[in-house]
């Protein structure tokens, strides 16, 4: 399964690497690509965020880096799904573990400030998901815990075939 993680602070994503998952990886079963919005911002400060289009508080990460970011990324994995992490989004769960684990490949879109600008999420963003009623600093956290979950159902991922099956959440 290949993950491509569009995210502010890729260094974040080296934990996933670890341990359980860190095995997935090193035996092949998983790969991941972060590509950083600010590669893709075109002034001297490399600014991705700014004001809501139409107003509100805070700042949302612009569009324009954005769409470049996810125009490379979906031209490299065109099949794969694109997943914003937001507190709005659906409840991710073990059903959808499971199901998402058969799919080649997610792209993982994170947040930061108050959000992604909302003309890019209904632009190019097939799914939202959530980890939870809550509110973190950004979408890295969630996207690891993802990742975590679906690596989890991964053929050849833990060292028995039936520790996925037998874990409490699970069927």
């Known amino acids: ?9 890729p260094g974040m994503f080296e934990a996933i690497r670890q341990g359980v998952t860190g095995r997935a990886f090193e035996r092949g079963l998983v790969s991941l690509e972060c590509w950083n919005p600010r590669d893709y911002a075109t002034d001297v400060h490399r600014t991705v965020d700014d004001r809501p289009y139409g107003g509100g508080p805070g ?8 769409r470049r970011v996810l125009r490379d990324v979906t031209a490299a994995v065109p099949r794969s799904r694109v997943i914003y992490l937001s507190p709005q989004g659906q409840r991710f769960d073990q059903q959808a573990a499971e199901s998402m684990s058969r799919l080649p490949g997610l792209v993982l879109l994170t947040g930061r400030y ?5 003309r ?7 799914e939202e998901w959530s980890i939870g009623d809550f ?5 890295e956290l969630p996207a690891m ?4 979950a679906l690596i989890r159902q991964l053929p050849g991922a833990l060292g028995h075939a039936d520790s996925a099956a037998q874990d409490s959440y699970a069927h």
């Open 1 to 9: 399964m290949r993950f491509d993680v569009i995210s502010l602070f």
């Open 114 to 118: 108050e959000g992604v600008d909302e």
């Open 145 to 148: 815990v993802m990742m975590d």
């Open 59 to 66: 700042m949302v990460m612009m569009v324009e880096p954005l």
């Open 135 to 139: 509110v973190l600093s950004g979408g």
């Open 120 to 126: 890019l999420i209904d632009a190019y963003v097939d």
